[in-house]
Nanobody
Framework: QVQLAESGGGLVQPGGSLRISCAIS????????MGWFRQAPGKDREFIAA????????MYSDSVKGRFIISKGNAKNTVYLQMNSLKPEDTAVYYC???????????????????WGQGTQVTVSS
């Protein structure tokens, strides 16, 4: 059974930084791509960043490019999202997702991901 476990959310002041992580377990598929999405109250789920674990390709939304960094961890099938220069509008539940064989140009599409975590709350407020 494939499981995704997110951790590291919390409350941070505007301009601060936070790192959230996601670990995937129980999978046997190759060419894994892992993505981060977020959903704020009353808004649609939004793509944030993604990485293909085997190739290292990354993709970012314009709203976080230059502020957020997605990376692979030393542990197999773990990814991090380093969030810097956080703004109140970054407040949302952040979801980790995983899929197999996702081409680079499609990594921002939530429909491409087969597995999702439960989400972790990130609140940016003074």
């Amino acid at each position: 059974q494939v499981q995704l476990a997110e951790s590291g959310g919390g409350l941070v002041q505007p301009g601060g930084s936070l790192r959230i992580s996601c670990a995937i377990s129980g999978h046997t598929f190759n060419n894994v791509a892992m993505g981060w999405f977020r959903q704020a109250p009353g808004k649609d789920r939004e793509f944030i960043a993604a990485i293909r674990l085997s190739f290292g390709n990354t993709m970012y939304s314009d709203s976080v490019k230059g502020r957020f960094i997605i990376s692979k961890g030393n542990a197999k099938n773990t990814v991090y999202l380093q969030m810097n220069s956080l703004k109140p509008e970054d407040t949302a539940v952040y979801y980790c997702a995983a899929g197999s064989g996702i081409i680079l140009s499609a990594m921002s599409a939530s429909s491409q991901y087969d597995y999702w975590g439960q989400g972790t709350q990130v609140t940016v407020s003074s």
